[in-house]
């Protein structure tokens, strides 16, 4: 089990994630925004791309999945340019999450 944060201001979607994420057996802690000031503790971040600037997460600590609307290819390139290890559509991210936070926690 992993401790993943995800960054997932839109309240629909984080319960989604939250939702995919727990039932794959991770423990998952949702925020609006990254955290700042905090100690960190988690392995991995997912985060909304559209939400939250991409540089903000690549700073973390922990590798990151940023999903994106697939129609917008500015942030898909912001998102890989800032460093995130994957960057994928929403809807990708919607049919594969586990398989993908898997992926990165190896």
């Given at each position: 089990?992993?401790?993943?944060?995800?960054?997932?201001?839109?309240?629909?979607?984080?319960?989604?994630v939250?939702?995919m994420?727990?039932?794959?057996?991770?423990?998952?802690?949702?925020?609006?925004?990254?955290?700042?000031?905090?100690?960190?503790?988690?392995?991995?971040?997912?985060?909304?791309?559209?939400?939250?600037?991409?540089?903000?997460?690549?700073?973390?600590?922990?590798?990151?999945?940023?999903?994106?609307?697939?129609?917008?290819?500015?942030?898909?390139?912001?998102?890989r340019?800032?460093?995130?290890?994957?960057?994928?559509?929403?809807?990708?991210?919607?049919?594969?999450?586990?398989?993908?936070?898997?992926?990165?926690?190896?």
């Open positions: 089990m992993a401790r993943v944060l995800a960054v997932v201001p839109d309240l629909m979607l984080s319960s989604r939250g939702a994420l727990g039932a794959a057996g991770h423990e998952v802690k949702v925020l609006p925004a990254p955290p700042s000031g905090e100690e960190f503790d988690f392995d991995l971040v997912v985060c909304d791309l559209e939400a939250v600037e991409a540089e903000s997460i690549a700073a973390l600590p922990a590798p990151a999945i940023g999903f994106y609307s697939h129609v917008d290819v500015e942030t898909r390139n912001r998102g340019e800032a460093g995130l290890e994957l960057v994928v559509p929403r809807s990708r991210m919607a049919r594969e999450l586990p398989d993908l936070a898997d992926r990165l926690l190896g």
